[in-house]
């Protein structure tokens, strides 16, 4: 069953803590995205990556941080130098990573402030 | 700078009626155009691409250079359809894929 798995569903976090959002995909896509979504802002783009050992920062990229070691990985940090972090994060990838391509999603993570 | 608008955060319509979900874009280039949408308790998926010219589940959708719209339509409004509708741009000049994510609609079909 082809797709992109994010875990955990939900996720909390202490104050000063990182966590870590996992995100797999099984689809030999190239590119792989990650965003928050708020209500009202939409998706905004947190990084991407385009291949392997490559990564670049999106819209909104500071207390977050991203490692691409495995094409089928594109693990989230986020740190402790996120004030916000309360959101609904989701990954996508896409098969090139040139021309546009549809974007699959994952079922998200929902993280909150204990 | 590139932008997409979705004016409305909530459409509400009856079943049966015709639903307009607005999107305007602000890009130079050639942009490739997305309708994405989300059902209650489902991840979120590819409705139709204006390349595609395509209908899906009924729905159209027509990309206006002129007016730099992408308007999402269906002439007849289900309650199954009701959901989070997003529009996204592609900037081919990018090379990078990125998808640029309107604010959203809630498009709410009352029986």
């Known amino acids: 069953d082809g797709g992109i798995t994010q875990s955990p569903k939900y996720l909390f976090r202490k104050e000063g803590q990182n966590v870590t959002l996992s995100c797999e995909q099984n689809?030999?896509?190239?590119?792989m995205y990650w965003y928050r979504q708020d209500p009202g802002q939409g998706l905004r783009l947190i990084y991407y990556?385009?291949?392997?050992?490559?990564?670049q920062k999106g819209d909104i990229a500071e207390g977050y941080s991203v490692s691409r070691e495995k094409k089928e990985s594109f693990p989230l940090t986020v740190t402790s130098a996120q004030k916000n972090p309360t959101a609904f994060y989701l990954c996508?990838?896409?098969?090139?990573?040139?021309?546009?391509?549809?974007?699959?999603f994952g079922d998200g993570t929902r993280l909150s402030i204990l | 700078a590139q932008r997409v608008t979705q004016p409305e955060k909530l459409l509400s319509v009856f079943k049966g009626a015709p639903v307009e979900l607005k999107c305007n874009y602000s890009y130079s280039g050639s942009p490739e155009l997305f309708w994405y949408v989300q059902y209650s308790r489902q991840r979120l998926q590819l409705l139709l691409r204006h390349i595609s010219r395509e209908s899906i589940k009924g729905f159209t959708a027509d990309l206006n250079k002129g007016e730099t719209s992408f308007h999402l339509k269906k002439p007849f409004a289900q309650e199954e359809d009701s959901a989070m509708y997003y529009c996204?741009?592609?900037?081919?000049?990018?090379?990078?894929?990125?998808?640029?994510f309107g604010q959203g609609t809630t498009l709410q079909v009352k029986p």
């Open positions: 996508a990838s896409s098969a090139s990573r040139g021309s546009p391509q549809p974007q699959h």
């Open positions: 996204a741009l592609s900037a081919y000049s990018s090379n990078t894929g990125k998808l640029i």
């Open positions: 990556s385009q291949i392997v050992n490559d990564f």
């Open positions: 689809l030999n896509h190239d590119a």
